[in-house]
């Protein structure tokens, strides 16, 4: 659409330096559109306090907050975890978050009668891949705007600059303007001294982890955990039943405070530049962990092996924004076949940014103490003699080619 023909703007926003002046920024460039901010809550905590009012006195026109963090626990990190996926090291936290807050943008633009969907990702990252990806699948037609595209500013430091001439408030200042990402499960770190990758993050300095501590600063005593579930999905914490949603939180807590579930990578963004970040996952990581090991005895090995093969595939298509493609959906009912089993309680011991294992039980484990013990068992070590004899078949007639030796 023209810029003149739009007139009503669906706006995602979160109330962080990017969103805080794109609403100025729309009512000045496409000529004074009807905005409408919407908040998805995917467990930013206190950062969504006093949002609805920031976003009135920006300009907004109109203002939802959208709960989102069950749907994002239970439809996207869920799923994910059960498939093992996992992007380079990262756990995906804000890939979770995307595709349902775009999902609901669609839903809003197409209540209120909008004529496009704005986003304040930047031209360099993956969540603007993310966010439109997924408006294409519900709303095809919906125009799409993208103000780091096409405005003049260059840089976080001009961003600032922008704010303070058009008096937009900033809980950031110039000195701790990280670029951060915060939901419930996890919060990424980017920018300022993390962009040289010689540079160590300062674990230790005060403010700079929010959703735990540095390992050198966790309890001298382990924490033991353990978690409950059925058919792949977390079901309870120490015994207690709870939402999938409550784990995580509770995780995030024991986790924390334990130095669990620090990352520090330079990864291969889809755009296809590197990017340094620093991560905190703390209950996702318990959570990945404990059903890695609960898989260990109910999965049987072919369907294991494949599994792990296929989760490199589908991680890929969550971190570059096909969550709602064919081809993830298909994996999903792959994935969701081998979980039948996946039932049992694993014992995990946490220290010092350490999770070990402690101990696992199912009542479909597929591991027989009987079968393979060092003691006496029913297992008749000679039949290994033909096994190996056919196994080892292929390899004895190629050294008797190649040593002259075949059909003699």
Not at 158 to 185: C, F, G, Q
Not at 380 to 393: C, E, H, K, P, R
Request: hydrophobic share 35%.
């Amino acid at each position: 659409m023209k810029k003149s023909d739009i007139k009503k703007i669906v706006l995602a926003y979160s109330g962080g330096l990017d969103t805080s002046i794109i609403i100025p920024w729309l009512k000045e460039n496409y000529n004074n559109p009807y905005i409408i901010a919407v908040a998805g809550s995917v467990g930013q905590g206190d950062e969504l306090e006093g949002l609805e009012e920031k976003a009135y006195k920006t300009g907004a026109d109109k203002f939802y907050a959208a709960e989102l963090c069950e749907e994002m626990i239970d439809e996207v990190a869920i799923p994910s975890m059960q498939a093992g996926a996992i992007y380079e090291e990262y756990l995906m936290g804000t890939a979770f978050a995307r595709p349902i807050i775009a999902k609901k943008l669609v839903e809003i633009a197409k209540k209120e009668g909008a004529d496009a969907i704005a986003h304040g990702c930047t031209g360099k990252g993956n969540d603007q891949v993310r966010f439109e990806l997924t408006i294409k699948a519900f709303a095809p037609e919906m125009t799409i705007i993208a103000p780091w595209r096409e405005w003049s500013i260059k840089s976080r430091e001009e961003e600032i600059d922008y704010a303070e001439a058009h008096h937009v408030p900033l809980k950031i200042s110039r000195t701790t303007n990280y670029s951060k990402d915060k939901n419930l499960w996890h919060l990424s770190h980017e920018g300022l001294d993390l962009e040289d990758p010689w540079n160590e993050p300062q674990y230790e300095k005060k403010g700079f982890l929010e959703m735990g501590v540095s390992p050198m600063d966790a309890p001298d005593e382990p924490t033991y955990v353990t978690l409950d579930f059925e058919k792949g999905v977390p079901v309870a914490l120490d015994g207690e039943k709870l939402s999938a949603t409550k784990i995580v939180e509770k995780l995030n807590e024991l986790g924390g405070k334990n130095g669990i579930g620090l990352l520090d990578i330079v990864e291969n963004r889809l755009v296809g530049m590197k990017c340094r970040g620093v991560y905190e996952t703390p209950g996702g990581t318990i959570l990945y962990k404990a059903h890695e090991t609960l898989e260990t005895l109910c999965l049987d090995k072919l369907t294991a092996h494949k599994k792990q093969e296929l989760s490199v595939c589908f991680a890929e298509l969550l971190y570059n924004g096909l969550w709602f493609s064919p081809l993830r959906k298909a994996l999903s009912a792959f994935v969701t076949e081998t979980q039948k089993n996946v039932t049992g309680t694993v014992k995990l011991k946490l220290y010092k940014g350490n999770i070990i294992k402690a101990g696992v039980k199912s009542p479909y484990s597929l591991y027989s103490e009987q079968i393979c013990t060092f003691g006496e068992s029913d297992y008749d070590q000679s039949q290994a003699t033909g096994f190996i004899n056919l196994w080892g078949l292929p390899t004895q007639v190629q050294a008797m080619m190649e040593q002259g030796k075949l059909g003699q």
